[in-house]
């Protein structure tokens, strides 16, 4: 049975940072493609990252990069995002997903290739 769990969430200042931590069970984790999704108040899920098993290549949502870094342990089961030089803009529930697929779905917005979610972890960036 695939199982994520997301945490690391909390309430930091702009400009701060965190570390967000997806963990996994139930499955091969190396064999899954891992995203880091986020969904603001009033507005519509949103991909922010997402690493391919099918070409360990790392992709990031526009507004992200520079800022964001997603790595893996495929021995711990685990996936992180570490977040730096937060915004405001940045406040959302994040979630992380997987799937047998690389990363089209989360390119071109399609999530529903994405099968297997965790529950969110909430980030709040205040000013």
């Known amino acids: 049975d695939v199982q994520l769990q997301a945490s690391g969430g909390g309430l930091v200042q702009a400009g701060g940072s965190l570390r967000l931590s997806c963990a996994a069970s139930g499955f091969t984790f190396d064999d899954y493609t891992i995203g880091w999704f986020r969904q603001a108040p009033g507005k519509e899920r949103e991909g922010v990252s997402c690493?391919?098993?099918?070409?360990?290549?790392?992709y990031y949502e526009d507004s992200v990069k520079g800022r964001f870094t997603m790595s893996s342990d495929n021995a711990k089961n685990t996936a992180w995002l570490q977040m730096n030089s937060l915004k405001l803009e940045d406040t959302a529930v994040y979630y992380c997903?997987?799937?047998?697929?690389?990363?089209?779905?989360?390119?071109?917005?399609?999530?529903?290739?994405?099968?297997?979610w965790g529950q969110g972890t909430l980030v709040t960036v205040s000013s």
């Open positions: 690493l391919s098993s099918s070409d360990g290549k790392t």
């Open positions: 997903a997987a799937t047998q697929w690389d990363c089209t779905g989360f390119l071109f917005s399609n999530y529903r290739d994405f099968g297997s």
